[in-house]
C-alpha cells in the first residue's frame, strides 16, 4: 500500500509564504512525475505545478514566477514554495504521484488528502 501525506497549509496574510510538503510511504519501487493540484470552493480541481523524475516542472499560468515546485527523491517527498500569496490561491492543495509499487506492474495515480491553504486580504 502507498499514502501519500500532505502538511504545511495554513492561514496566511495575502503577500506571505507557504511551504508545503508532501511525502510517500509504503511499498514503494519507484516514483515517476509528482504534481500539485489545487481546488477551491464551487470550482473544479487544478492543475498547479508538477515536476518529473528527473527534475523539469511546468507550472500554471497563474502561479508563474510565484509557486516553485521541488522534490527529494531520496525522501520521497515533494514540495511546493508559494510566495506573493493571493487570496484567490485560497484552496484545498492536493498531491500527485506516480508510483510503481513492489508488487510490480506499472506505475499508477496516488492522491493525498490534501491541504487547507488559506490566503486573507
Known amino acids: 500500500q502507498v499514502q501519500l501525506v500532505e502538511s504545511g497549509g495554513g492561514l496566511v496574510q495575502a503577500g506571505g509564504s507557504l511551504r508545503l510538503s508532501c511525502a510517500a510511504s509504503?511499498?514503494?519501487?519507484?516514483?515517476?512525475?509528482m504534481a500539485w493540484y489545487r481546488q477551491a470552493p464551487g470550482k473544479q480541481r487544478e492543475a498547479v505545478a508538477g515536476?518529473?523524475?528527473?527534475?523539469?516542472?511546468n507550472y500554471a499560468d497563474s502561479v508563474k514566477g510565484r509557486f516553485t515546485i521541488s522534490r527529494d527523491n531520496a525522501k520521497n517527498t515533494v514540495y511546493l514554495l508559494m510566495n506573493i500569496l493571493k487570496p484567490e490561491d485560497t484552496a484545498v492543495y492536493y498531491c500527485?504521484?506516480?508510483?510503481?509499487?513492489?508488487?510490480?506492474?506499472?506505475?499508477?495515480?496516488?492522491w493525498g488528502k490534501g491541504t487547507l491553504v488559506t490566503v486573507s486580504s
Open positions: 515536476i518529473t523524475s528527473g527534475g523539469s516542472t
Open positions: 500527485n504521484a506516480v508510483i510503481a509499487t513492489m508488487a510490480g506492474g506499472f506505475g499508477v495515480n496516488y
Open positions: 509504503g511499498s514503494i519501487f519507484s516514483i515517476g512525475a
